[in-house]
């Protein structure tokens, strides 16, 4: 079994970003600005957004964090997303959900201009997406596929099991398996809460992405030997031996599924920094403009 390091890699792909970067400033180029929306005080949705405002300071971008009260209106964020739509300052942002209950999510994103969509969230470019055209790549499934192709991961003509059908997670990662094109090229199942026999049709996946959001729901019975397992799933579980008072575990038992496999991704340390790394070569597209 080998690991698929998800921390290493993230660190190569900002270093890339940072030298890039270094090369646009000494150009007199436009120094890339991320911002990012942040409503309400969730202790998750802070960590992420606080890690994804700090690696691109790392990385020498700018950022904004614009924080709001979760009593914000509707109409008062939308505003917000308008004028980051016209800022020449900002290049691309994000609003991180989940929103507090009276915002319609789905207003706020179909809102945000496409051409500054970095997390591929806007129907625009999840159809581009689907259509392999130009677009911004959800940042989570793009960073998957960027640590397939540096494990050289064989995809092509693979079955390709995904559980979870979110918008943000499985369905883009179930298009972008079946699309042609490395990586790729996989027979996909889309597997979901609906789905009968889950454990029969995880047992016959080549590639295994578990992004269901149960912690260590994917045990060794379910996994083919040699399968590569990628885990989206992350999940503080109160633990008191930590100093902090919890664990992270993913949407697999890693313990006993690693000796399994032929890959895996950690939990911490996979999937978790190449959404961030995948978010910031998103923010380098948006800057240079590349997806007119
Ligand atoms: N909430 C969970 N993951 C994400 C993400 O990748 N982007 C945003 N905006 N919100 C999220």
Known sequence: ??????????????????????????????????????????????TYVNSKVKSCDKAGMESSLLKFESSISESELLNEVYKLNESKEVDGFIVQLPLPKHINAEKIVNAISPLKDIDGFHPVNVGNMVKNLPCFV??????????????????????????????????????????????????????????????????????????????????????????????????????????????????????????KCSYITPVPGGVGPMTIAALMKNTMRAVEQSIK
């Open 138 to 259: 959800s940042a989570t499934p793009y960073g998957i596929l960027l640590l397939l192709e540096e494990y050289k991961i064989q995809t092509e003509g693979k079955h390709c099991v995904v559980i979870g059908r979110s918008d943000i997670v499985g369905k883009p990662m179930s298009i972008l398996m079946s699309r042609n094109a490395y990586p790729g090229n996989c027979t996909v199942t889309l597997a979901h809460s609906k789905t009968k026999n889950l454990s029969e049709i995880c047992l016959q996946a080549d590639i295994l992405v578990a992004a269901l959001g149960k912690p260590e729901f994917v045990k060794k019975e379910m996994v083919k030997s040699d399968a590569v397992v990628i885990d989206v799933g992350i999940t503080r579980l109160n633990d008191a031996s930590k100093k902090n008072g919890f664990r992270l575990v993913g949407d697999v038992d890693f313990e006993n599924v690693a000796g």
């Open 1 to 46: 079994m080998q690991l698929l390091d998800g921390k290493l890699l993230s660190q190569k792909i900002q270093q890339q970003i940072a030298d890039e970067i270094i090369l646009r400033k000494n150009a007199g180029k436009k120094t890339p600005h991320l911002a990012a929306i942040l409503v309400g005080d969730d202790g998750a949705s802070q």
